[in-house]
Nanobody, 124 residues
């Protein structure tokens, strides 16, 4: 049974940093591209960042470039999202997702497995 469990969310002030973690189990983690998406109330679930299974190569949404960094530790079956210079508009539930042999795409439909999400709230 595949499980993706996010952690590290919380309430912070604008300009602060957070590091999200997503621990994976039940799959061969090194074979999966991993991604972070986010969903604000009343909005679509948007792509944030992805990291490929080989290389790895990273991809980012324009609105987080230079502020967020995605990384992975295959020995720990964990993907991270370091978020710096947080803004109120970053407030959302953040989800991690896994795509076997994936290219690190922003297409939600490509991802096979999803976590339950972790809430990030940034106050102004």
């Amino acid at each position: 049974q595949v499980q993706l469990v996010e952690s590290g969310g919380g309430l912070v002030q604008a300009g602060d940093s957070l590091r999200l973690s997503c621990a994976a189990s039940g799959l061969t983690f090194s074979n999966y591209a991993m991604a972070w998406f986010r969903q604000a109330p009343g909005k679509e679930r948007d792509f944030v960042a992805a990291i490929t299974w080989r290389g790895p190569t990273t991809y980012y949404a324009d609105f987080v470039k230079g502020r967020f960094t995605i990384s992975r530790d295959n020995a720990k079956n964990t993907v991270y999202l370091q978020m710096n210079s947080l803004k109120p508009e970053d407030t959302a539930i953040y989800y991690c997702a896994a795509d076997m042999w994936g290219p690190g795409t922003y297409f939600r439909s490509r991802y096979d497995y999803w976590g339950q999400g972790t809430q990030v709230t940034v106050s102004s």
